[in-house]
């Protein structure tokens, strides 16, 4: 989620900024000043899918807990602007050959220096295909990243990053690419000390990091919680305000907002539905309430043969109309969110909601049933089949929405359409990385790093690691590399935007609508702050 130039990347859009208001948390930092920054303060999470890896953690109950016991070249502030970190600087004169030169004096939390290898050796760790990284895609643009990462590849360096000291390495991309810096404060791009490679599935639990945080000793009880300290080696922008971060884990998000409610958990960074009509007065002057770079989407997988071909692609544009997203936002969410208008979020910078194609974005029953109606005259939808929507249960308001999105399909297509439950977020996770999906699944992004094309290229770029229903079409793929070899990043989003209008036609997902955090804090913090991801600045909070 992730220069040493200033961003322009966020900016939140005023239509959006009007519907929410913002409390507490929403000002720009800085805010905590006086309380105990002894006490360890405790915040809810959800297991982390994988080993604490940077390159293999691509969710957000591993991602919050990565993004405090590592740092990269850059982190952002509250407002998604840039902050130096371990970078002294990041320099480029074509947008293709980047210097970048590290901190003197720098350490992992055991005392090992941080030097330009630890960089370029776990960037190369991180692409290279034998070692199956889940974030392996985030190196696609450097140069001889095809060759490490083809699927027979033994080689695991990429010939464009080498290193000049010991302070010093360089990158050489494929292409020229406007945005590369913005990434560089991103999960898979933080450097790992040489003693991870020895065994990185047994370093995955018990992690060296150089963030503001460590890992407690035994701190990871899985199911449980993950118990962070304040790491005294840590010199950055970001220094830990308080004695500690546990996360506690939950199944139910219900849970956790009583836990709150009666001060057993200090932040809750999402409101079940149930307590959406009631948290601002139950919390007064202790809640938040505003958008973030996130959506919700529905993933329809491409290898799912009744979605394939013209009358695949009609059944994809029959549901997306079928969709009465309104309905559900203030009947589930009290309001609290908006309908999305095509694939990203408003609060970026080159945001369009009127790109064309979008009509399929809106409700239209009697157009929906005649398209599902032309698909059918093509090739029959199989007799008795459900369409399932397959959803992890534990997180806020999963379970409601999807039931009232299924009625609706149901209703207005005339075929039978439910809900497949799984128990948590990482048993779905699990069953939509291998494939094993039999109907569509509920998807949702939270930006890595402020830019169009973080929504666009990891999620639908053929073979990119988060794309979950195996999309591929070439003339999107084509679009995306035009508008990485833009000049600037203002060209890039027009030719970003243009790439949308495929996706509209195509549909690999539907999108639902666009995310707002509406957070809150129990009597035992001072004010809480959440950044532009909607992610709690958890090392800004004291106790009181």
């Known amino acids: 989620m992730r220069f040493s130039r200033t961003s322009k990347a966020l900016g939140v859009a005023a239509v959006l900024a009007m519907a929410l208001t913002a409390c507490g948390g929403s000002g720009d930092g800085g805010g905590n000043a006086g309380g105990d920054t002894s006490k360890v303060i405790s915040a809810n999470s959800t297991e982390p899918q994988n080993g604490l890896l940077p390159a293999n953690t691509n969710e957000v109950g591993g991602g919050r807990v990565m993004d405090l016991i590592f740092t990269g070249l850059v982190s952002y502030d509250v407002k998604g602007a840039i902050q130096n970190e371990l970078a002294e600087s990041i320099k480029t004169e074509d947008s293709q050959n980047y210097t970048i030169k590290l901190k003197s004096g720098e350490t992992f939390s055991d005392g090992s220096p941080i030097t330009a290898q630890n960089f370029v050796d776990a960037w190369n760790f991180g692409a290279a295909a034998k070692n199956t990284q889940l974030n392996s895609y985030f190196f696609e643009s450097i140069k001889g990243y095809d060759k490490v990462s083809a699927a027979d590849s033994t080689l695991d360096k990429m010939e464009g990053l080498k290193?000049?000291?010991?302070?010093?390495f360089t990158v050489e991309l494929a292409a020229p690419e406007s945005d590369f810096p913005l990434r560089l404060g991103y999960t898979a791009f933080y450097p790992l000390p040489e003693s991870a490679y020895k065994d990185p599935a047994a370093f995955g639990q018990d992690p060296i990091g150089n963030g503001p945080y460590k890992l407690d000793t035994g701190g990871w009880q899985h199911n449980v919680a993950v118990k962070l300290v304040v790491n005294d080696k840590y010199n950055g922008p970001r220094k830990a305000k308080n004695g500690?971060?546990?996360?506690?884990?939950?199944?139910?998000?219900?849970?956790?907002?009583?836990?709150?409610?009666?001060?057993?958990?200090?932040?809750?960074?999402?409101?079940?539905?149930?307590?959406?009509?009631?948290?601002?007065t139950d919390f007064?002057?202790?809640?938040?309430?505003?958008?973030?770079?996130?959506?919700?989407?529905?993933?329809?997988?491409?290898?799912?043969?009744?979605?394939?071909?013209?009358?695949?692609?009609?059944r994809r544009q029959a549901i997306s109309m079928a969709i009465d997203r309104q309905q559900i936002i203030d009947k589930i969410f009290y309001g609290n969110k908006k309908v999305a208008a095509e694939f990203t979020s408003p609060v970026l910078d080159g945001y369009d909601a009127n790109l064309p194609g979008s009509d399929v974005l809106k409700f239209d029953a009697a157009k929906a049933k005649a398209m599902w109606e032309k698909a059918d005259?093509?090739?029959?939808?199989?007799?008795?089949?459900?369409?399932?929507?397959?959803?992890?249960?534990?997180?806020?308001?999963?379970?409601?929405?999807?039931?009232?999105?299924?009625?609706?399909?149901?209703?207005?297509?005339?075929?039978?359409?439910?809900?497949?439950?799984?128990?948590?977020?990482?048993?779905?996770r699990d069953l939509v990385n291998k494939k094993k999906l039999t109907g569509a699944s509920r998807a949702g992004w939270q930006a890595d790093y402020p830019s169009l094309y973080n929504f666009l290229g990891p999620l639908y770029g053929t073979g990119a690691g988060s794309n979950d229903g195996d999309y591929s079409n070439p003339a999107f793929d084509a679009k995306l590399k035009e508008g990485l070899s833009a000049k600037t990043v203002e060209a890039g989003n027009k030719i970003f935007n243009d790439s949308q209008e495929i996706l509209l036609k195509d549909l690999p997902v539907v999108p639902l609508w666009y995310?707002?955090?509406?957070?809150?804090?129990?009597?035992?913090?001072?004010?809480?702050?959440?950044?532009?991801?909607?992610?709690?600045l958890y090392y800004d909070i004291t106790a009181k």
């Open 515 to 536: 995310q707002a955090v509406q957070g809150v804090w129990s009597n035992n913090v001072n004010t809480v702050q959440f950044g532009w991801n909607g992610v709690p």
């Open 284 to 314: 007064k002057d202790r809640f938040v309430n505003q958008p973030y770079a996130g959506n919700a989407t529905m993933t329809i997988p491409s290898y799912l043969p009744e979605f394939k071909g013209e009358a695949g692609q009609m």
């Open 163 to 168: 290193v000049v000291d010991d302070q010093t």
């Open 377 to 428: 005259a093509i090739s029959p939808w199989p007799a008795g089949k459900v369409f399932t929507i397959t959803s992890n249960i534990d997180g806020a308001g999963n379970k409601e929405y999807i039931t009232a999105m299924a009625n609706q399909i149901a209703t207005n297509l005339g075929i039978k359409a439910e809900l497949n439950p799984i128990a948590t977020f990482k048993e779905m």
């Open 244 to 280: 500690g971060v546990t996360f506690k884990l939950y199944n139910s998000t219900d849970a956790a907002y009583t836990d709150v409610q009666s001060d057993n958990l200090d932040v809750l960074d999402q409101v079940p539905p149930s307590g959406l009509q009631n948290f601002k």
